[in-house]
């Protein structure tokens, strides 16, 4: 008989432990699990490591509520609705945030390493440039690249030249990014755990099967012998997950690719509201400490606001967000 995999919100987030390395699924404001991260904040997460191809409003609410010490990824912001990280910045400049910064693409080949089990993989990406100035190796100089978490690699990169062909110049070696967690928000996964994502699948495989510990929340949990029934359709088997949670419209105010849009006003207001750390505390205390649950945050947030993001079934996007402007 096939193993219960499902959970609440809650009993899924104590399976992350304090000082985790973990990582999410999507893309900036596509498709974050935020309902999970609401809770990591209700259960004060604290010293968590996270390590990200990049980052969005889900890490910035974690840093600004002071889950994260460590934060690994190539940018974070809120696309077109906040610049860059007020509270990631904010943290840095006080010294409460460690934040390591490499390119887009070695984070994505460091997933990539880590999802093959391979401790590291070439490239010459970013030759040339200050991301491979040692003086800017953060957790180096945090003294963090000892060997005492066999999470952080004892070099951010390493220099070697071509053993095959002799060609002329570096080859840069990207260590393998191994969290103990994913969370992963997706449209919809299998009674079992099989995974299916719709539209853009960012490096959501890389960044599941890095991970030692995987738990999906889906807008709809559906019948495995259903999902199956088209296998090319699912990016990851159910062996890899180890709890499903249902919620629907569980990333927002990230959107879900055929289930609604971007809430772009409200993540507009939290960029505007948590440039201080006051402003963040009484945002967070408003949208998320007074909130029970999930469900009670989009009572609050309300049917018609909802309505407005929510996709037209044929379209695959709302017909009632004004855009352009």
């Known amino acids: 008989m096939a193993k ?14 304090d000082g985790d ?3 999410f699924s999507g893309f900036t404001i596509w498709r974050r699990p935020m309902a999970i991260v609401y809770e990591m904040v209700r259960q004060r997460k604290k ?22 010490k460590v934060l690994e990824t190539c940018w974070i912001g809120h696309e077109l609705y906040g610049k860059v990280g007020a509270n ?4 840095l400049k006080s010294g409460e945030l460690i934040v390591e ?6 984070m994505i080949m460091r997933f990539a390493a880590g999802a093959m089990g391979v401790p590291y993989l070439p490239t010459r990406a970013s030759l040339g440039t200050d991301i491979l100035n040692p003086e800017y190796d953060a957790l180096g100089k945090h ?9 952080i690699p004892r070099r951010k990169f390493e220099f070697l030249t071509d053993p095959f062909f002799g060609e002329q110049g570096d080859i840069i070696h990207v260590p393998a ?42 807008e709809e949990i559906v019948p495995e012998e259903v999902i199956r029934q088209d296998p090319t359709a699912n990016l990851i088997p159910h062996y890899l997950v180890d709890a499903i949670v249902e919620q629907p419209w569980g990333a927002h105010p ?57 996709a037209n079934s044929s379209y695959k996007y709302s017909t009632r967000v004004k855009r352009g402007a």
Not at 47 to 67: D, F, M, P
Not at 88 to 91: H, M
Not at 190 to 206: I, K, L, M, N, P
């Open 47 to 68: 010293n968590l490591h996270l390590i990200e191809v990049n980052s969005g409003t889900h890490g910035e609410i974690l840093i600004g509520a002071g889950c994260v």
């Open 101 to 106: 910064d490499y390119s887009h693409v070695h």
């Open 254 to 310: 990230t959107g879900c690719f055929g289930y609604y849009e971007v809430d772009g006003k409200f993540i507009r207001d939290f960029y505007s509201k948590t440039k201080t750390q006051e402003g963040f505390d009484a945002w967070a205390e408003e949208w998320i400490l007074k909130v029970n649950s999930f469900d009670e945050y989009l009572y609050k947030i309300g049917f018609r606001r909802l309505d407005l993001l929510r």
């Open 143 to 151: 003294g963090l690249r000892d060997g005492s978490n066999p999470r």
């Open 177 to 218: 990014a191994r969290p103990n967690v994913c969370i992963a928000h997706v449209q919809q996964v299998g009674e079992e755990g099989t995974v299916r994502v719709y539209g853009q699948r960012y490096s959501d495989a890389e960044a599941i099967k890095a991970a030692d510990k995987v738990i999906v929340v889906a």
């Open 88 to 91: 990631a910045a904010r943290k």
């Open 21 to 23: 390395m973990i990582t």
């Open 4 to 17: 219960n995999k499902r959970k609440s919100i809650k009993e899924a987030v104590q399976l992350i432990n």
